[in-house]
Nanobody
Framework: EVQLQASGGGLAQPGGSLRLSCAAS????????IAWFRQAPGKEREGVSC???????HYTASVKDRFTVSRDNAKNTAHLQMNSLKPEDTAVYYC??????????????????WGQGAEVTVSS
């Protein structure tokens, strides 16, 4: 059974940091690009960042230079380090295995964690 689960969310103050984790199982993790998405209240889900199998990365403009994506193939996990958090980063964050990551784009979703996101609230 394919599973992806995002964790590590919580409450942070503006300017603070959080580190999200994505635990994967049931598929060849090292053969897929991994992406992070988020959905804020009342808004559509958006792609935030991704990392491909060669460790190439992509970030949406609003998080570039603040967020860092990484992966550990030995542990079938990916991480999203979020620094300098802003209130507009408040959202539920999800991870997914995607078809590609690169050239400024996130590919289509193969496997997702839409049912198990990590809630991030940035507020003073």
């Amino acid at each position: 059974e394919v599973q992806l689960q995002a964790s590590g969310g919580g409450l942070a103050q503006p300017g603070g940091s959080l580190r999200l984790s994505c635990a994967a199982s049931g598929f060849a993790f090292d053969a897929f690009a991994i992406a992070w998405f988020r959905q804020a209240p009342g808004k559509e889900r958006e792609g935030v960042s991704c990392i491909n199998i060669f460790d190439g990365t992509h970030y949406t403009a609003s998080v570039k230079d603040r967020f860092t994506v990484s992966r550990d193939n030995a542990k079938n996990t990916a991480h999203l380090q979020m620094n300098s958090l802003k209130p507009e980063d408040t959202a539920v964050y999800y991870c997914a295995a995607v078809t590609m990551c690169g050239l400024g784009a996130i590919g289509k979703v193969y496997f997702d964690s839409w049912g198990q996101g990590a809630e991030v609230t940035v507020s003073s």
